[in-house]
């Protein structure tokens, strides 16, 4: 089965906001087994989504369509349908139920728009709607479109995604009669280029019903590899084989076999490990603590975070003597090793992060360009003795990039600093 | 005039890569007064290419096409172009030498996939690509298509947008005899349906030749006047008309009336007067001084920050009484005003803000729901007497979205501050 995506909605062909629902259908349905052929957006009127839809039906098996059912004059889409199809639309009582219930939740009296919500295409299968009012559908074309499939959900983010996870690829999968199995590996310090060079003996003889996806994320690439087929114990077994090979070739670059980030993996081993943290940053400006703390929970472990800019703070904060900061510059290992274990004597905490460096655009050094940074990592080893580990490294691009690519370069430090420690 | 877009590559069919490219170019088209009636993502097949293309050249007059230019293998779109249109690809010297050069420069010999970079579309006018290798390509379509244009771009986004700015608009604003001017209205603290009501009796009355776009923007909405017509005087005129009326409507939210952010206003504000600031961020984490240092030449006035997460660091690093900890506890104004005080006696800064509060999903208590922050700005007032404001606010979303909205309210109640101090 092959699939074709539609968004409704003007304030996406003016380039208001971004089509973020697509990408997200697309990737779902590959994962599905389901490949989708084209993403089209299309104005909110309601001859143009015919016009799509008609289009759209006769090219693909299923047509998934976000957008343009909600209860305002704007919302077309459930009348396009109707008229393309020939079908009316229905008062469905469970739909009308469900909404009103929601309401007395709030203490809110049922609206008189209610009533509109809860009209639906004759004949359609609802999804239900588990955080908004309108309710998804799924269509059967028969005779005007025989054997194609329409799909309409709402254009809010989190209400469409439910519908996809939890209605929409059962429902494909279970009429599809099969099973599908995923496996996720995270990795962080290199890019998709080396790794599909690694992967490619095993990406040249995947077989039948697997795929890998490579999915940039903040810190890293993200490989999801995915298989369908009838029999869930061969498909499992076909996927774990197949996910372990890939482990093997890139295990250097794996942070997480679930799909986590790396500032939750590195919260993860500090928490498991009862273990406490503290940051000390020039350059990334509080980006590394508030990174860290993004993660919920993340204040059992996490105790203090220092933005030093200046030379004097450096000194005032954390200690850092005025004669390094002379004989190396601020943007050392020295430095950074200084900070690093200034923070760890001021806040007490088991290890520690810092950063100095040259975000940019301005204030670049031959020997020091922009995009260099230093970093430091500090902690109690064996005896309760302070160890430091220093590094440098090096990134090219705007200010804002080089901050989050100097912090994901801090918090990779930590994370394997945690990795090699002993337990 | 109406355009099209279409996206190609089969990365954004698996929803590997957000389309960002569309929007933009969706944007500055409307913005030059060209409506774009669809936008289309297509497989970077040459038989799905060429199919698309046929289309989209039946139903609009122009048609922007991004991606499938590079010189490897999978980069079919002149090939599909060609073959539509029966055209040849012809040799470029301009195009080459302009690529050999820029190796030159990089000291590096000329590949030979030069040459094939440089076949261009035969009659086909180029773009010169100012940052990379491939040219883009505007072709008049002739018999095959009357009056129909193509618009061939690469679709790395830096080298896309400016083939569209200096490129794309220029040629067909020229070919339309048409002027067109912007202005920039950036607001914080409201959202778009309050401002669209303040808006609404311009809004309804607005002269042919402009239009209003809402933009949305991390601190608020950006609103964008355009003008278009045939007499620059004229046009400059009722532009000018028109965003003086808006600004008169929907003053109070309007933090710059120029393209920029708000961390950049309030950095301007500080530059401007030779002020410092520093910031004491319990529930943001950072991200307060992480945005500040967003700006570039920010070293100038942002001299520290502090992320005290826990009650112990709070009192150490800050002097936060421990008896109004227990008193009020630590989410409350009474703590974000000791700890703005604080961090301005520990810093010596001019003006200094503090965050606590509760980003969730934990931590939600009865009378302060996950949502809360408290805020605090304190300052040296006249005769050098510390004044401190505070203010709680509530806001709505999963923990990074809280976190986000907390360190606008903190931003805004800076810039307030500042825009209120007498200069």
Redesign the interface.
């Known amino acids: 089965m092959n699939a074709e995506i539609i968004s409704i909605g003007d304030e996406?062909?003016?380039?208001?906001?971004?089509?973020?629902n697509?990408?997200?259908?697309?990737?779902?349905m590959?994962a599905a087994g389901i490949?989708?052929?084209?993403?089209?957006?299309?104005?909110d009127q309601e001859t143009?989504i015919e016009d799509?839809l008609a289009?759209s039906l006769e090219r693909s098996d299923i047509v998934l369509v976000t957008g343009g059912l909600g209860p305002t004059r704007d919302d077309r889409t459930k009348q396009a349908v109707g008229s393309l199809l020939s079908r009316n639309l229905v008062f469905d009582e469970g739909v009308y139920a469900q909404t009103v219930e929601r309401y007395r939740n709030y203490r809110r009296e049922p609206a008189p728009y209610l009533r509109e919500n809860a009209m639906i295409l004759e004949g359609a299968r609802v999804i239900r709607n588990e955080t908004g009012l309108a309710p998804g559908m799924i269509i059967r074309c028969d005779e005007a479109y025989p054997d194609r499939w329409l799909v309409l959900m709402p254009g809010v983010p989190r209400e469409m995604e439910e519908m996809i996870r939890n209605g929409v690829i059962p429902f494909f999968s279970e009429i599809s009669g099969g099973v599908i199995v995923h496996a996720h590996i995270r990795t962080t310090g290199t890019g998709e280029t080396v790794l599909s060079e690694l992967i490619r003996p095993i990406e040249d003889v995947l077989p039948e019903g697997t795929s890998l996806?490579?999915?940039?994320h903040t810190a890293g690439v993200a490989l999801r590899v995915s298989t369908s087929g009838s029999d869930r114990e061969t498909v499992e077994e076909q996927n774990r084989a197949i996910a372990d090979a890939i482990r093997e070739k890139v295990g250097e670059f794996i942070y997480a076999n679930e799909d986590i980030t790396l500032e939750e993996s590195v919260g993860k081993m500090l928490a498991d490990r009862g273990l406490t943290i503290a940051?000390a940053?020039s350059c990334?400006?509080?980006?590394?603590?508030?990174r860290?703390?993004?993660v919920?929970?993340?204040?059992r472990y996490?105790?203090?975070?220092?933005?030093?800019?200046?030379n004097a703070?450096k000194e005032k904060?954390l200690g850092v003597r005025s004669s390094t900061l002379v004989a190396h510059g601020a943007v050392s290992e020295e430095v950074a090793g200084e900070m690093a274990e200034g923070c760890l004597a001021a806040?007490g905490a088991d290890i520690t992060v810092s950063s100095t460096g040259i975000a940019?655009?301005?204030?670049g050094l031959e020997t020091k360009p922009v995009g260099t940074v230093c970093l430091g990592v500090a902690f109690r080893g064996e005896n309760g003795m302070v160890e430091c580990r220093t590094e440098t490294v090096h990134v090219r691009g705007d200010?804002?990039r080089n901050?989050i690519r100097f912090s994901e370069a801090a918090l990779r430090m930590v994370w394997k600093t945690l990795r090699d420690l002993p337990v």
Chains 1, 2 share one sequence.
């Open positions: 996406l062909l003016i380039g208001q906001r971004l089509n973020t697509a990408p997200f259908i697309a990737s779902e590959a490949g989708v052929g084209r993403i089209i957006v299309c104005s143009s799509q289009e996806a490579y999915l940039p940051c940053e990334t400006g509080g980006l590394v603590a508030s860290l703390t993004d919920s929970g993340s204040s996490f105790l203090q975070g220092f933005v030093v800019y200046s703070s904060a806040t940019g655009p301005l204030g200010r804002l901050k």
